[in-house]
């Protein structure tokens, strides 16, 4: 059994493991981005100058093998920022180790010290994996969109709004958002906000 991983913030010296996890999680979402983009997001993580781009690290044996990025942003209907969590890795060879909900819970351990009320994410509809994961973590309650997959012909990723129980009521299972990628509805589902305040 895999020994468990600790998870702490990404350090300059994991650009080459952090690089190694984030290709593979675009792999698996069928995406490549240009080597300009990784250096540009790794620096970013790590600026001050962008305190609201954030990485955390699961590591176990010396080596990264779990990865989370998350972003902080404003809100209309709020006064505090709200917390999107971006991207969530976890290497093959850890899964059920509780790795990924660690990822997770350390993201709303940073959300809660950062002052943001509510955590989000999306999802695509053919990850069954992570929806089980997402439903564990979020109980009764989850906080994450389900989308179909992209085409690869949207030249960005969908922009959605965080639906949220407690402060609107447009989160039937079922509802559709149409035109927001071309050539692509989103259906969302299973939406809710968790709040951890």
Known sequence: MPET?????????????WGELWRAYLAFYETALGDEVYEATFDRLLSPDHPDQNAL???AGGRPVGLVHHIYHPHNWRLEKVCY???????????????GR???????AA??????????????????T???LYDRVGGADP????CPPVTAAAAVPPLLSSFSKCSHTCAAAGATATGLVPSAALRLSAVSA????
Not at 5 to 17: F, K, Y
Not at 85 to 99: H, I
Not at 111 to 126: N, R
Not at 194 to 197: A, D, K, M, Q
């Open 5 to 17: 991983a600790t998870i702490r913030p990404l350090a300059a010296a994991d650009r080459s493991g």
């Open 57 to 59: 690290l699961a590591v």
């Open 85 to 99: 969590l971006q991207d969530l890795y976890v290497a093959p060879e850890m899964r059920g180790t509780g790795t």
């Open 102 to 108: 660690a990822l997770i819970e350390a993201v709303y």
């Open 111 to 128: 959300a809660d010290a950062d002052g943001c009320p509510s955590v989000y994410w999306l999802t695509q509809d053919f990850n069954a």
């Open 130 to 132: 992570a929806r089980r």
């Open 143 to 146: 906080l994450y969109q389900v």
């Open 194 to 197: 968790r709040r951890h305040s």
